[in-house]
Nanobody
Framework: QVQLVESGGGLVQTGGSLRLSCAAS????????VGWFRQVPGKERQFVSG????????YYADSVKGRFTISRDNAKNTVSLQMNSLKPEDTAVYYC??????????????????WGQGTQVTVSS
């Protein structure tokens, strides 16, 4: 079992930056694909970005491409999401999730087996 904990959320102005981190405990997730999702009230959880086990493969939703960067440090058992040029529409609760597989990057909520509790990101206009 993998427990995931997100950190780094907060309030930022439009155009600002935040860096989210996802830390694993219980066991390492160095052999797992990890993704970030976000959700606003009343809407489905939306895929944001994912990274495979080695970091060699990444994927981004069109809405964040060129602004967000996902990375991982397997030595520290963490995955980060650097968010730049933030917009009010990026406001959401951001969730870290891990798949049992390590090769491909799922883009659906059901592809992921482990979830964190989420961290709030608010971008003011």
């Amino acid at each position: 079992q993998v427990q995931l904990v997100e950190s780094g959320g907060g309030l930022v102005q439009t155009g600002g930056s935040l860096r989210l981190s996802c830390a694993a405990s219980g066991r390492t997730f160095t052999t797992n694909t990890v993704g970030w999702f976000r959700q606003v009230p009343g809407k489905e959880r939306q895929f944001v970005s994912g990274i495979n086990w080695s970091g060699a493969s990444t994927y981004y939703a069109d809405s964040v491409k060129g602004r967000f960067t996902i990375s991982r440090d397997n030595a520290k058992n963490t995955v980060s999401l650097q968010m730049n040029s933030l917009k009010p529409e990026d406001t959401a609760v951001y969730y870290c999730a891990a798949m049992k597989t390590r090769v491909w990057i799922g883009r659906r909520q059901g592809d992921y087996d482990y979830w964190g509790q989420g961290t709030q990101v608010t971008v003011s206009s």
